[in-house]
Structure formats: C-alpha cells, structure tokens
C-alpha cells in the first residue's frame, strides 16, 4: 500500500502546493481524497499572508482530476445520498475557503478535467493549461448536476449560454478551445506547464499580498453591486492598502526608483472589502 499522501501539501518559496496526488484513478475524488483535500486547504488558510502567500493547485499523473470518484458512487449506490451529501458538507465549505483565500490561487491543469475536476481546475485566480488538458462535464451523462462550483465557474468565465452547453451536451472541449472561451488563461507545452505555474506562483508570492486580497475581493464581487456601492469599495480599499506596509513600501520604492520589496511584509488587508 503507497505511503503517498492522496493529496499533498508543502510550502516552498512562499507558495502552498496543493498536490492531487491520485494518478492511478485520475485523480478522482472519494471520500478519503476529498477529506484530504479538505485538510490541504484548511493548512492554505492557516498560512496564508504568513508563509503561504500563494498557492498553486497541481495534479500528478497525465489527469488532472477525472471528478468524484464513479467506483465509490457504484459501491455505495444504495446509500449513495448520504455519501454525496457527506462528501460536499466538507467539501463545498473547502472550496469556498481556496477561492476567496486574501493572497493569489494558481492552478496548473496538465490533462483531461471534468466534473468536479472543472471546479478545481477554475476555481483559481489565474489557469494555467497544458495543450493536452481537455475539459468535459460529464455530469448529465450520468443523470447527475453541477458540484462544487463547476456551473459557477463555468458560467463566470464562458458565458452561461456556453456553460449549458459544456453541462448539458458533455462535449470535450480541447485545450484551444478552452483558451478561447476564457476558462483557461494561459497554454504550454505539457513538459513546459509545471515550470510556468511555478514561476508564476513564486513571482506573485513575492508581490504585495494586501494589494492582490483587494483585487480578489473587489473583481469577485463586482456584479452584486451597482456602480455607485462599488466606488464606495474600491476607496475603501485603496485607503486600506495606501495606509499598509505594502503601499507604504511600492510607493517608496517608486520615487526610491527601486524595485519593491514585498516578500517579508503582512498580510494587512482582510478578504472582503468593508
């Protein structure tokens, strides 16, 4: 039996590795996965603006995450509610903390995703993909709905016409396809993905982490205000960070005519705008 984390978790250079770490199943998501996945971002939130200030979310094998795990929901097809129902009162509260963690999330999807893979993948800040990733719902395929966000997300990034059709027609989307629509950021080559996502992770672990919790907080919450409410916001952020070590730090640096040195600084600002 492996001694292998089902899913893991370090810090390195300021950045917080998720690590799905289930390649001979996809990276499919039972209950002891979905429980240690839980666990791996409870640890993001302890960390974060202290020693975590990213995180990059990343899967071993050639499948980033294949969703909830079919096997187990087969075993379990007489109970199979409670299992789903036990499943996401620890997972849905899990994936609320990872998207509105106050510094950077990075994901870096190196292969086929679909179901609840889909919310993994774009529950990020910034998607990183390599040209091998495809995308599938998969849900209606088997008389299922939208988990963990995937509907959310699909709906904020392509559209929701387009999301319909991802989830109602389960049609594989390949990696050009997804660039094109918005639900991935960025495409590399799949030997060239890692180190991409990682370099990204580490540059945005060295920037200002009070500014990036404003840009999350204010960029998630622009359309649940009219304009008026969101200026109000936005000052209040920007007052936040122009009264942080942060702000103080890039503003002198700036007439210093230096680079700014974010990386031992406070976490100052909280996630959600006053």
Known sequence: MSTQPLVGWHVEDGVGHIVLNRPDAANALDSATALAFNNAVAQAVDGAGGTVRAVLLSARGKQFCAGGDINEFVARK???ERLVRAML???????HALATLPVPVVSAVQGPTGGAGISLALCADLVLASTAMKLRGGYSAIGLSP???ASYY????AGT?????ILMTNRSLSAQECLAWGLVDELHEVNELLPAANALARQLARGATTSFGGIKAL???AFEHDLRAHLAL???????CAASAAGREGISAFVEKRAPDF??????AARKPA
């Open 263 to 268: 990386s031992l600084l406070p976490l100052e």
């Open 78 to 80: 007489n109970d199979l």
């Open 154 to 157: 699909l709906s904020r990034r």
């Open 161 to 165: 016409a387009r999301a319909k059709n």
């Open 219 to 221: 960029c998630d919450s």
């Open 147 to 149: 988990d963990l966000g």
């Open 89 to 95: 009162d620890g997972l849905h509260p899990a994936m």
């Open 234 to 240: 936005e000052g209040a952020a920007l007052a936040r």
